[in-house]
């Protein structure tokens, strides 16, 4: 059987056989993508990651920010190239780009579920993020409203139920963005990039992410100015420490009727 593709939806159809009481059959299933897809800045390596093919240039921006620092009035044009070995993205500056501290390439290759895989140097992946602000306040209900809301947003986990969502929400819990991906730190990146490009204030809503919370993701968070991240599951200690240091409210354990607040309670009546 041939496979129908849909890489725009970040799906393939692959044929199966299914065990089940016994009885074997032949089905079709529907799986998630995770292909390789190398960053470059201004020509040059950086980095390959393996990411779910969708929402790639919301992925270009919002990795640009949390790995050079970079905002979209930086980014001079994006070159989206779908080449034999994967995808790649091709991110031109208006300056030069150090070539030190941040700005070194990765060693290695990145993997889907790692943040800061490739990195040489200690001090390349302990970020410290600037404090944040401290105007947001949203109820416990706007939380669980979120989260309610979540699951039928997100499609291609629907479809494969190998995904990652990432999900912005305003301050009475309406989701107005999702993203997924294979990688967790990937849906986050096309997250924030997407609110870069819509010009979306971080401290105008919160983020909820199906995943656990990693220092990286809270990095992330961070980085874009989002001061209210809940994780459906744990934090790490790491993460609830960054966090509790950059005044972000974290959120962990996220189920209906349910949360734990590890960092700056304040953020929720």
């Not at 016994?22 to 950086?46: I, K, M, Y």
């Not at 140097?121 to 410290?128: K, N, S, Y």
């Not at 700056?264 to 009546?269: A, G, I, S, V």
Request: proline share 6%; glycine share 8%.
């Amino acid at each position: 059987m041939s496979a129908t593709e849909d890489p725009l939806r970040g799906k393939v159809a692959r044929p199966l056989l299914e065990w089940r009481d016994g009885v074997t059959s032949e089905r079709v299933d529907q799986l998630a993508e995770e292909v390789p897809v190398a960053v470059r800045f201004n020509g040059e390596p950086f980095a390959v990651m393996l990411a779910t093919p969708a929402d790639l240039e919301d992925f270009a921006h919002g990795f640009a920010l949390s790995e050079r620092g970079l905002r979209p009035g930086d980014i001079r044009h994006l070159e989206i190239q779908q080449v034999v070995e994967g995808i790649l993205l091709d991110i031109q500056t208006h300056t030069r780009l150090p070539a030190d501290g941040r700005g070194q390439d990765r060693a290695m290759p990145g993997r889907s579920g790692c943040g800061v895989c490739g990195q040489r140097l200690l001090e390349d992946v302990i970020q410290r993020p600037p404090p944040l602000q401290d105007t947001l306040r949203v109820c416990a209900d706007a939380i669980q409203r979120a989260l309610a809301s979540l699951q039928q947003q997100q499609p291609l986990n629907a479809a494969t139920g190998a995904v990652h969502a990432a999900a912005w929400a305003d301050p009475q819990g309406q989701l107005r963005l999702v993203r997924e991906d294979v990688g967790r730190h990937n849906a986050l990146d096309k997250l924030t990039g997407a609110m870069l490009r819509q010009g979306i204030d971080g401290d105008s809503g919160f983020a909820l992410v199906s995943s656990r919370a990693s220092y990286e993701m809270v990095t992330k968070a961070a980085l874009a100015g989002i001061g209210l991240l809940a994780a459906i599951s744990a934090p790490t200690a790491l993460a609830v420490q960054l966090a509790a240091d950059c005044r972000l409210t974290l959120l962990g354990f996220v189920r209906p009727s349910r949360m734990v607040i590890y960092s700056h309670p304040q953020r929720l009546r």
